[in-house]
């Protein structure tokens, strides 16, 4: 239908787009909100030429088959996404909807269907490259946070204790410590949820048996709610300081055992999510 690197360039796009759509959805940041806004109407306009080509090479509207329905309705999803970004401002909406849209592109450009062996092969392997990116990428984002609250535990006691040593100095203080910590989450958890997505489409490629309850499965869905629920508890319970520090540092400590523990129990994973 289209070379792959044009396939590739929409997801590489999609997923920058979706990050920082995420982080206006939770800070109510307008300049990330422009920036994915033409992210994402880049990726419209890629799949609108790629859209159009087909209509030219087939001489029909092509949605009779399954690869040409998930392209066409991934593509309406993203309009829509761009309509109701533009005119209806609904910033729940256009998230979700965008991340539903980029499961469904990813299936398309991934799966094999019509196109060639070898193509299909160098697609499903640079499907599973992007996953471990994005999930390492996360991993380490989630590491750094993990850091940033141990420091403010340690500020939090030195103070408490009214220890005012050079030590203390050195750190930055409590605000800062929690804000960064939270802006690494915020930038973790999207590229969990996507890293997650294009995994869950490899296995179910690649695995003959693929199990929901594999252990690795499992529990890197834990990992993506026990995040969630931090979010949900520092943007809507409006949860700061030593409260969320701790829970901060108690998802860290569950993600370690899902990535050592879960991953020597699963029939498929190794060391990458």
Known sequence: MVVAPLYELSILLYIASILLY??????????????????????????TVTFVSRIMETKRFPILTMSE?????????????LVINRLL?????????????????AIHTFVPSSQSPAIAERLVSELLIIHITLALGAYAAFSLSFIFSVLYML??????RKKWGARLWRMADLAKLDFLSYVLNLLGLPMLLLGLILGVIWAYIQ???FHWYDAKVLGSFVVLLVYGIYFYKRVVRQMQGKAIALWNIGSF????????????????????S
């Open 22 to 47: 995420f982080i206006d959805f939770l800070q109510q940041n307008r300049k990330a909100n422009d920036i994915a806004f033409w992210l994402l109407s880049i990726v419209w306009l890629l799949q």
């Open 69 to 81: 329905g998930l392209y066409f309705y991934a593509w309406l999803l993203i309009t829509l996404s």
């Open 89 to 105: 401002r609904v910033d729940f909406i256009v998230f979700f909807t965008n991340v539903l849209a980029f499961f469904i592109l």
């Open 207 to 209: 695995i003959d048996h």
């Open 253 to 272: 400590l569950f993600l370690l055992v899902n990535f050592f523990l879960f991953g020597s129990l699963s029939k498929f994973h190794f060391w990458y």
């Open 155 to 160: 500020q939090y006691s030195l103070l408490k």
